[in-house]
Each structure stands twice: as structure tokens, then as C-alpha cells.
Nanobody, 122 residues
Framework: QVQLVESGGGLAQAGDSLRLSCAASGRTFSSYAMGWFRQAPGKEREFVAV????????TYANSVKGRFTISRDNAKNTVYLQMNSLEPEDTAAYYCVAGQDYSSNPRVYPYWGQGTQVTVSS
């Protein structure tokens, strides 16, 4: 069992930066792919980024590529999402996920955090 707790969300203005963190419990953290999804009100859940268990592979949604960076520290059981050049369209609840498969499909991830809200004003 893996428990995920996100932090770092909040209010930002367009162009600002925020860093989300996701602390994971469980000794198998380093064996899981980790990712971030987001969901805005009235919209479907959207893939943001994923990182492999080793950190060597990352994949991003086109909407965030070049602005967001996913990273992990297996010694700290933590995954991060550095968000730069924020846009109002980035406003959403952001969810951390963990699973055996490296994927942009939310269905493959059995473990989800409770979410942290990011609100970007213009």
C-alpha cells in the first residue's frame, strides 16, 4: 500500500512559478512510476507528467512541455512538479499518482493523492 500526500499548491499570477511536492509512504516507492494529473472544474482529468522509477525517463503533456519539470528523490520518497510560466489555463486540482506502469493513462495508477489546488490569475 502506498499513501500519497501532495503539498505546494496555492494562488499564483500568470508568469509565476510554483513547486508541488508529493510525499509517499511505503518502502516500495522507488519501484513505482510516479506522475501528476490535474482536473479543472467541469473538465475531464488530464495527464500532466510522469517519471520512471529511476528518474531516467519523463513524459509531459504538450500543454506543459517546456514549462513544467517532474523530478523525484527516492531517498526522500518524494516526487516534485516544478511549474514555471504559469498560465490561467493551469488552474486545476493537481493529483499525484503512483503505479507499476509508466503511462499517461490514469486507469493504470492504483494510488492517488488527495489533490492540491493551483489557481493562476491573469
Amino acid at each position: 500500500q502506498v499513501q500519497l500526500v501532495e503539498s505546494g499548491g496555492g494562488l499564483a499570477q500568470a508568469g509565476d512559478s510554483l513547486r508541488l511536492s508529493c510525499a509517499a509512504s511505503g518502502r516500495t516507492f522507488s519501484s513505482y512510476a510516479m506522475g501528476w494529473f490535474r482536473q479543472a472544474p467541469g473538465k475531464e482529468r488530464e495527464f500532466v507528467a510522469v517519471i520512471s522509477w529511476s528518474g531516467e525517463s519523463t513524459t509531459y503533456a504538450n500543454s506543459v512541455k517546456g514549462r513544467f519539470t517532474i523530478s523525484r528523490d527516492n531517498a526522500k520518497n518524494t516526487v516534485y512538479l516544478q511549474m514555471n510560466s504559469l498560465e490561467p489555463e493551469d488552474t486545476a486540482a493537481y493529483y499525484c499518482v503512483a503505479g507499476q506502469d509508466y503511462s499517461s493513462n490514469p486507469r493504470v495508477y492504483p494510488y492517488w493523492g488527495q489533490g492540491t489546488q493551483v489557481t493562476v490569475s491573469s
